[in-house]
């Protein structure tokens, strides 16, 4: 090939490493010529249990009409959400996933010369977002693995239009509280937009965390994003909402793509959020499943990160990634998160009782070695 089409590229998108999902069982399996059928994987923080069965039967009932377009504007969707957000459906944002929503507002207010803050060890779709479209990611330091929001405050300058916060972040899993919240949100210029992801927030129980959806009233410069990729156990079908002031809403539909949420995700997820019996299953599964792997990691004296997502990061007390390989020989699936400046750290999705068991197992077994 005679022209290089990367330096061709914007040079955002020259320095960018492509996103590297949590390893799929088939490959592995490939691999290491391994059984597909013993492999654990607990690296994509998924919903061990499955989809609700009312979203399965919400995904039958559809399949005839695959030969239609969806509904571009995803009507019943966005009135459940609205009914139970207590916002207007011209609020809301529907996306391929929660991370379209981070692309959109990426793509609709930054641009070469401009800059969006984020914490160090923040979710990688920030960065992808930012770097592709030509503007600057302002990295702020972690706190405690966390985030440090009077740094980040003081790192908003005048060519800062996002500010994207995690609560809880991945993949630290730490989390910060309704006061710090509420303060933070109070000294954010208005032309700064803020985007709060709370793509776990569903595994919080009561006052654990801030309800974002609570300050919108406040802060017309607030974009809550969700999914229903955790909790809701959708994450194949890859949709997603962000939830903000009309006139936000607006800009960010002038640049989604069209249809961008297919019918089976939209009648799927409409069966998804109202199945409450489901949801509170999957707290109930992740609360204990958490309990499991901090005994676990107790019994193996090794520390973690307090956690209020559906995974947990564990020190290993050593490089991470020739254990991660090490887990991978034994047939269970975790996540390195070197790349995101954790190099002794694995991050745990929480699985069912019997995967966290062998996990648990497969991890003394690699550390003893």
């Known amino acids: 090939m005679s022209c290089d089409f990367l330096a061709l590229a914007q040079p955002g998108v020259q320095k960018l490493s492509p996103y590297v999902p949590g390893k799929p069982v088939d490959e592995l399996a490939r691999e290491l010529d391994l059984d597909p059928l013993t492999i654990v994987k607990l690296a994509s923080n998924e919903n061990p249990m499955g989809p609700s069965p009312k979203a399965l039967e919400a995904i039958a009932a559809e399949l005839a009409e695959l030969t239609r377009y969806p509904d571009g504007n995803g009507f019943a969707l966005k009135s459940q959400l609205a009914a139970r957000c207590a916002v207007q459906t011209n609020q809301i944002t529907l996306g391929n996933g929660s991370n379209d929503i981070l692309e959109l507002v990426a793509r609709a207010y930054l641009a070469p010369g401009l800059n969006a803050v984020f914490s160090e060890h923040a979710f990688a779709v920030y960065p992808i977002a930012t770097q592709a479209v030509g503007a600057r990611c302002n990295i702020v330091p972690a706190k405690d693995y966390g985030h440090d929001l009077e740094a980040m405050l003081a790192a908003i300058d005048a060519d800062t239009r996002v500010v994207f916060i995690a609560n809880p972040n991945n993949p630290t899993g730490t989390w910060f509280g309704p006061q710090a919240l509420a303060a933070f949100l109070d000294q ?31 802060h017309s410069n607030l974009l809550v994003s969700r999914t229903f990729s955790k909790a809701y156990g959708l994450a194949g079908l890859r949709v997603g909402y962000g939830i903000s002031s009309a006139q936000i809403a607006d800009v960010l539909n002038r640049v989604r793509q069209p249809f961008n949420v297919n019918s089976l995700a939209i009648a ?27 005994a676990g990691f107790k019994a193996l ?8 997502g559906n995974f947990i990061a564990v020190n290993v007390g050593r490089e991470g990634m020739p254990v991660y390989q090490g887990l991978l020989r034994e047939g269970v699936i975790v996540r390195p998160v070197a790349n995101y400046g954790m190099p002794n750290y694995l991050r745990v999705s929480i699985g069912l009782p019997a995967e966290n068991v062998r996990f648990l197992e497969a991890l003394a077994k690699v550390l003893s070695a």
């Not at 985007?195 to 406040?218: F, Q, R, S």
């Not at 004296?301 to 209020?308: H, Q, R, Y």
């Open 188 to 218: 954010v210029p208005e032309s700064v937009l803020v985007v709060l992801d709370e793509a776990y927030i569903e595994y919080a129980e009561c006052e654990e965390l801030p309800d974002g959806l609570d300050y919108l009233a406040k």
């Open 268 to 294: 799927a997820a409409c069966a998804a959020l109202a199945d409450d019996s489901y949801l509170q299953q999957s707290r109930e599964l992740n609360d204990a499943g958490m309990q499991q792997l901090e």
């Open 301 to 308: 004296g090794l520390e973690w990160i307090a956690s209020k």
